[in-house]
C-alpha cells in the first residue's frame, strides 16, 4: 500500500512547546481566586473509621473548608469495572493511602499546616499485608469478595497431565516479582474549575482516562455529564498510572470547588504520589513445563497468584492478561493457566505497561532456559523449535491465520544483532572457570501481546472521532485519547492525513476535551493506535461521503468513483485540489464533519472454558540482553540490550524507537533495582521518594542499546499499525534475569525481583562460593 | 514545605561571627544544602531555627596548597574537587571520591564541610579522608583550632561541633607521587547512588617492593571514619605474597561485625569487603607480589 503521511517520523507536534518549557502541565495553572488542597492520610492499613476531626483544621488561618466521605452527595465509591474504592473513605480504610479527609486553604502552606490537625477515630483491624495471609484471614477486606480473592482467570487447552506423562523433561519452578511505581517525571496534580452559570465542572490537570473519570464524578457528585468537561493539561507521564489515582483526586478537588464556588488545585508530593497511587502487581508464580527430549514442548501448567492490594482496580483484566499471554508465543497442546488475585491492605494494583504479562514474561522464559539446559540445548534452539508460526494455533487456541506471526523472524534479529549464539557458546565455556569472578551472559525472551482490551471486555472496545474539515480547508481531529508523552498525537495525525487523502500540515489536533471530542475509552491497553486508527478510518468515509455529496451537485450524479490522495482529489478526468473540493462542498450548504466510530470484533473466546481467541489481533517482541555479573560484589551490569519488534506498521518510526529505548530502561529497572521497600507486617511502603525508589540512570542504561522494527502491516488494523507502547518494555526484564542466571552458570537461579548487589551476591555465593576463593 | 525561622546570607568569616553573636535561638548553617534541603521536607525539625548560609563565603571556597598540606575550604564543592588539579595530583584518591558523589547537579551544590557536618557513615569522603589523615580546621568561639577528622564525629550524623561552631577547613598531608591508590564504591546503580559500601587504600612501596605505607578502611560501613593501625601494620615492612594480601582481607573484613555489630547487611557486606579487598591489594600491588 503506497502512503503518503505514515511510515514517515515527522517531527512530534508537540516538541518545540515541551522543549521551550511553554507546555502547560498540571501543576502549573494558576487561576485567580485558586485554593490549594491537602489531603490527610489514614494512620492504618486496615482499620474501622470511627470519626474524622476537622474543627481544628477548620480554625486555622486561610482554611476554606475540610471534607471527608461524609460529605459525598453522590454515591461514595468508585472503580473502573469493580466499584469498590473509596475516593475519600467513609466507614472504613484499607491501605496507608486511603485519604480521610482534604483541607482547603488559600495557600498551599495554609493547607499543609491544617492538615497536621485533622484526627480520626479508628478500630484497627489485622493487617492482610499479603496475598498468601489475605487468603487464609477470617477478615474480609470487602465483603463482596469471600476468602479476599477479586478474580481469577484461567487459559486451558488439551490435557496438561497427559502432555506430562508424554514429556520426557519436566521442571518445576517458583518466581516471584514486585512492585513497581510507574515513576511518571511528574506526579499527579488536578485542578477543577467551578462554573458561575450552573453546577458545572471543568477539570484539567495530569490525567490518562478522561471519560472514566467523567462517569466516576458523574455517579459521586449528582453532576449530569453534559456538566462535567475534562481537558487534561500536558502529561509528564503515566505508564497505565494516572487513571483511577487522578479519578479519586478529581472526586475531592470537584468536592470542594462545588462546595466553595471557587477553582481548587490538588496536586502531590512525590512521597505523597508513592504512597497513594497504585503499582505493577507483584505476582508469585509456580510453574510445570514438559517437553520431549527432542526439545518439543508438551505441556504447561502456571499458578500465579497476584497482590491486588486494597481495591479490585484493574486485577482481574491484568490476571485476563498473565493468563491468556503468559505462556508466551509458544505452540503447545497441552496447556493449564490459573491466575488469581487477592485483595490485601497494601497499595492497590493496576494498569502498568504491559498490564500483569513482564512479570509473566520472567517467570516463564527463565523457566524454559531451565528446561533446554536439561535437553542441552541453547535457549535459542530451544525457541526455533517451538516458536509460533503462520497457521498455528496459539496457547490460548487462536488460529493465527490473518496475519504475518513474525517472532521467529524477531528472535533471529534480535539474536544476531547480539550475536547471541556465538556469544551463548563462548561464555557458557568461560564460566565454567571458579575463578572468573566477573562472568558474562546472554539471555533472550519473546512475546505476543494482545492488542487492545481483550475477550474480557467483548463487545465494549469502542473508540471514536471527531473530524471537520474547515472552510479553508484546513483538517480538524478531536481525539478523546490522551497525549501521554508517546508520540499518540503525532500518530493519530499521520492516520488522520493519511485517511483523508490530504497533506499533513492541514489537520491539526484538538487538545483533549470532552466536551468536544466523542466518547473513546481510555487511551490503554495497547489500543491507541489500533482503535484510533479504527475510528480514523470510518470517520474520513463519512467526511469523504459528504464532499462527494457536493461534488456530485456541482459535476452531476454519475461522476463515478472518487479518489481523495496526496491533498488531490481524482474522479472521472477531473484532478481538483483539495481546496477546491471543501469550497465547493460550502458552497453546496454542506457539512464536511463526521463522527466516526470503530469497534473491535467480537472474539470466540469461552472464558468457562478459557479457549479461544482472547484477542482480536498481537504485536510480537523479541528482545535480548547482554549483562556482567561481578560475583565478589553482586553487581550487574547491562552491557546491551536489542529490542526487536513486529508492531504491524511503524506509523512514525522514529517515536517507536524512542517507545522501544524507554521500554527497555523500564526492563532494566524491574528487573535490578526498583524497589519500593514493602513492609507486609504494617503495608508501608519505605521508600517514598526516588532517592530511595532507584530508577536506572543514564550512566546505568547502556546507550548501546539497539532497536530493530520489522514491520507486517496488519490487514486488521486500520493502518496496519498495532502497538509499541507495551510491547517495548514486555520481554525485557525476562531477557536479563536470563543473561543474569547464564553469567551465574545456573538458569533459574535468581528467581526474586529486584536482585542487585545482596540477592545476586547471595546466589553467586550459593553457586561459586567456596570460602577461600583462591586469588588467581 | 521549607519551614525556617529567618534566613542570612553571610559573605565572611567576619560576617559570620557578627551574625551568630546576634542569633537568638538555634543556627542551622547552609553550606550548599544538598543534604540540608532533603532533610528539612521530611518535617518541620527546623522550624525555629535561623538559617545562616555559608555557602558564599570566599574564603571557604578556595584549595591551597601549603608546604605539606592541601587546605581545602569547607565550602568547596565535590565538583570543584573533582576537577582540582591540586587535588588530582595530591590526594587523588579524594578526588575520584568527590566524582562519586550523587550526579552533577548535587556535587555543585555540595560541599566538603557539609559533608562532614552531616556526618553521614555513607558519604563517599569520609573513607579517602580517614586514610589521608585529615585534620578539620574549627573555627569556635573566635579561635581556629586543628583537630583530627575523627575527633568531630561522635556517631551516625552526629558530631561535637555546635551550632555555632563552623568547619573552615580540610587540612590533607599531600601524598608523594609514588602512593598507589584505590577508591572503590559499591552502590545499586551508577550515579545518584547512596554508596553501601566504600574501599580508600593507599600503598606505597619502595624500589625492593617492600611496603612503606599502607592504609586501607571502608566507608558506608562504621559509625564513624575509622583507621587501622593494625592492618596497616600487617603489610608495612614486607614484601606481601598471596596470603599476606589474604590475611589483611580476612582482618579488615572482620572489623565489620567487630566495630558495627552483626546487622542484615553483614552477611552481605563482609565476604564482600574480603573479596574487593583482595582484588584490590592484587591490583595495587600487581607485579610485586610474592609467591
Known amino acids: 500500500m503506497k502512503t503518503y503521511t505514515i511510515g514517515k517520523s515527522i517531527g512530534r507536534i508537540d516538541a518545540h512547546a515541551k522543549v521551550t518549557g511553554r507546555a502547560e502541565f498540571g501543576a502549573d495553572i494558576r487561576l485567580p481566586d485558586l485554593l490549594y488542597l491537602k489531603g490527610v492520610y489514614s494512620q492504618y492499613a486496615h482499620a474501622k ?68 490537625l485533622v484526627t480520626a477515630d479508628y478500630e484497627p483491624l489485622p493487617v492482610l499485608g499479603s496475598p498468601r495471609v489475605a487468603m487464609e484471614s477470617e477478615y474480609l477486606i470487602n465483603e463482596e469478595y469471600p476468602g479476599n480473592i477479586c478474580g481469577e482467570v484461567h487459559m486451558r487447552k488439551g490435557d496438561v497431565e497427559k502432555g506430562f506423562s508424554e514429556s520426557d523433561v519436566v521442571v518445576k519452578t517458583n518466581f516471584r516479582s514486585a512492585y513497581i511505581e510507574h515513576a511518571y517525571l511528574e506526579p499527579e496534580s488536578v485542578t477543577v474549575i467551578p462554573s458561575p452559570m450552573r453546577p458545572e465542572l471543568t477539570i484539567l490537570g495530569s490525567m490518562q482516562a478522561p471519560y472514566n473519570a467523567r462517569i466516576s464524578l458523574h455517579r459521586t457528585l449528582n453532576v449530569p455529564m453534559s456538566q462535567i468537561i475534562l481537558r487534561p493539561s500536558t502529561v509528564g507521564g503515566s505508564f497505565g498510572g494516572k487513571i483511577e489515582t487522578a479519578e479519586a483526586m478529581s472526586i475531592r478537588a470537584g468536592l470542594i470547588a462545588l462546595k466553595t464556588g471557587r477553582p481548587a ?106 528446561l533446554a539446559e536439561k535437553l542441552d540445548m541453547s535457549p535459542t534452539e530451544f525457541k526455533r523449535k517451538n516458536l509460533l508460526k503462520n497457521n498455528d494455533t496459539s496457547p490460548a487456541g487462536h488460529v493465527l491465520d490473518f496475519h504475518e506471526v513474525s517472532v521467529l523472524s524477531l528472535l533471529e534479529k534480535a539474536a544476531a544483532e547480539l550475536d547471541f549464539d556465538r556469544k551463548f557458546t563462548q561464555y557458557k565455556q568461560e564460566n565454567k572457570d571458579p575463578n572468573r569472578r566477573i562472568r558474562r551472559g546472554v539471555g533472550i525472551a519473546v512475546s505476543m501481546r494482545g492488542v487492545s482490551i481483550g475477550a474480557d471486555g467483548n463487545g465494549h472496545d469502542v473508540s471514536r472521532i471527531l473530524i471537520e474539515v474547515m472552510q479553508d480547508a484546513s483538517v480538524h481531529a478531536n481525539l478523546g485519547l490522551v497525549e501521554l508523552g508517546q508520540g499518540l498525537r503525532t500518530c493519530q495525525m499521520q492516520m488522520v492525513a493519511e485517511g483523508m487523502g490530504v497533506n499533513v500540515d492541514r489537520v491539526t489536533m484538538g487538545a483533549t476535551d470532552t466536551s468536544r471530542s466523542p466518547v473513546t475509552g481510555a487511551c490503554i491497553a495497547s489500543r491507541g493506535t489500533l482503535l484510533g486508527g479504527g475510528a480514523t478510518l470510518d470517520a474520513c468515509k463519512r467526511v469523504h461521503a459528504i464532499l462527494v455529496e457536493g461534488l456530485q451537485k456541482t459535476y452531476g450524479e454519475d461522476i463515478g468513483p472518487v479518489v481523495f490522495e496526496n491533498d488531490r482529489v481524482l474522479f472521472d478526468d477531473h484532478d481538483l485540489s483539495f481546496v477546491e473540493v471543501v469550497k465547493n462542498c460550502y ?121 530493530i522494527l520489522e514491520e507486517h502491516p496488519d490487514p486488521r488494523s486500520a493502518f496496519g499499525g498495532r502497538s509499541i507502547g507495551e510491547p517495548s518494555t514486555e520481554p525485557g526484564a525476562a531477557a536479563i534475569t536470563c543473561a543474569v542466571n547464564m553469567a551465574l552458570g545456573k538458569p533459574g537461579m535468581i528467581h526474586e525481583l529486584p536482585y542487585d548487589l545482596d540477592r545476586v551476591f547471595a546466589a553467586a555465593q550459593e553457586l561459586w562460593g567456596e570460602d577461600d576463593v583462591e586469588i588467581s | 514545605m521549607l519551614k525556617f525561622r529567618d534566613y542570612i546570607r553571610v559573605e565572611s568569616k567576619a560576617e559570620y561571627e557578627k551574625a551568630i553573636a546576634s542569633i537568638e535561638g538555634p543556627v542551622l548553617l547552609l553550606a550548599g544544602g544538598s543534604d540540608l534541603l532533603v532533610q528539612a521536607r521530611q518535617d518541620d ?171 586501607m578502611t571502608m566507608g558506608a560501613t562504621f559509625p564513624c571514619p575509622m583507621t587501622f593501625p593494625d592492618i596497616s601494620a600487617m603489610l608495612v615492612g614486607k614484601r606481601p605474597t598471596k596470603e599476606d594480601i589474604s590475611e589483611v582481607a580476612r582482618a579488615l573484613s572482620a572489623k565489620i561485625p567487630e566495630i558495627a555489630g552483626i546487622r542484615a547487611s553483614t552477611r552481605y557486606k563482609q565476604p564482600v569487603c574480603r573479596r574487593l579487598s583482595v582484588r584490590i591489594l592484587q591490583e595495587l600491588i600487581g607485579d610485586e607480589q610474592h609467591a
Open chain 1, 49 to 116: 473509621l470511627l470519626a474524622v476531626h476537622t474543627q481544628q483544621a477548620e480554625n486555622m488561618p486561610g482554611v476554606v473548608c475540610v471534607v471527608t466521605g461524609q460529605d459525598i452527595p453522590g454515591e461514595r465509591m468508585i472503580g473502573e469495572l469493580f466499584i469498590d474504592q473509596y475516593p475519600l473513605a467513609y466507614d472504613k480504610v484499607r491501605y496507608l493511602g486511603d485519604v480521610i479527609a482534604v483541607v482547603a486553604a488559600d495557600t498551599q502552606e495554609q493547607a499543609d499546616a491544617a492538615a497536621k
Open chain 1, 265 to 370: 488545585q490538588y496536586t502531590l508530593t512525590r512521597e505523597e504520589s508513592m504512597r497513594e497511587s497504585y503499582k505493577r502487581h507483584p505476582i508469585e508464580f509456580e510453574m510445570e513445563i514438559g517437553a520431549t527430549k527432542d526439545g518439543t514442548l508438551k505441556s504447561m501448567r502456571i499458578y500465579s497468584i497476584s497482590d491486588g492490594g486494597a481495591y479490585t482496580n484493574m486485577s482481574p483484566p491484568v490476571a485476563y492478561k498473565t493468563a491468556t499471554l503468559g505462556a508466551g508465543p509458544y505452540r503447545l497442546d497441552n496447556v493449564d493457566v490459573t491466575a488469581t488475585a487477592v485483595l490485601t491492605n497494601n497499595n492497590h494494583t493496576g494498569s502498568m505497561r504491559g498490564f500483569g504479562v513482564p512479570q509473566a514474561l520472567f517467570a516463564l522464559e527463565n523457566t524454559l532456559d531451565q
Open chain 1, 587 to 707: 458552497g453546496a450548504n454542506l457539512t464536511p464533519m463526521a463522527v466516526g466510530t470503530y469497534s473491535v470484533p467480537i472474539t470466540n473466546w469461552d472464558p468457562k472454558k478459557g479457549f479461544g481467541e482472547p484477542f482480536y489481533t498481537y504485536s510480537y517482541s523479541c528482545q535480548a540482553a547482554e549483562v556482567e555479573v561481578d560475583l565478589d560484589v553482586g553487581s550487574v551490569d547491562v552491557i546491551k540490550m536489542v529490542g526487536c519488534h513486529d508492531m504491524g506498521r511503524a506509523i512514525n518510526p522514529v517515536l517507536v524507537h524512542g517507545q522501544i529505548y524507554g521500554g527497555l530502561a523500564m526492563a532494566q529497572g524491574m528487573a535490578l533495582s526498583e524497589d519500593v521497600g514493602h513492609d507486609s507486617k504494617t503495608g508501608a511502603l519505605k521508600n517514598l521518594n526516588f532517592s530511595g525508589y532507584l530508577l536506572p540512570t543514564v550512566l546505568d542504561v547502556p546507550d548501546t542499546n539497539v532497536p
Open chain 2, 45 to 215: 525539625r527546623y522550624e525555629d531555627h535561623t538559617v545562616v548560609d555559608i555557602f558564599g563565603i570566599e574564603e571557604l571556597r578556595t584549595i591551597e596548597d601549603t608546604e605539606g598540606h592541601l587546605v581545602i575550604g569547607a565550602c568547596v564543592t565535590h565538583e570543584a574537587i573533582a576537577q582540582s588539579l591540586l587535588v588530582n595530583r595530591y590526594a587523588p584518591i579524594l578526588a575520584e571520591a568527590a566524582l562519586s558523589v550523587g550526579s552533577v547537579q548535587i556535587r555543585n551544590h555540595s560541599s566538603i564541610g557539609g559533608n562532614l557536618a552531616n556526618a553521614s557513615p555513607a558519604a563517599d569522603t569520609l573513607a579517602p579522608l580517614a586514610v589521608l589523615n585529615a585534620e578539620v580546621v574549627i573555627l569556635k568561639d573566635g579561635i581556629e583550632s586543628v583537630v583530627p577528622l575523627a575527633e568531630i564525629f561522635e556517631g551516625p550524623y552526629k558530631t561535637n561541633l555546635g551550632d555555632r561552631d563552623l568547619i573552615v577547613s580540610v587540612r590533607v598531608p599531600k601524598l608523594s607521587a609514588d602512593v598507589r591508590h584505590d577508591y572503590t564504591k559499591v552502590g545499586r546503580r551508577k550515579a545518584l547512588s547512596i554508596s553501601r559500601m566504600t574501599i580508600a587504600t593507599l600503598l606505597q612501596t619502595d624500589e625492593n617492593g617492600v611496603v612503606t605505607r599502607f592504609d
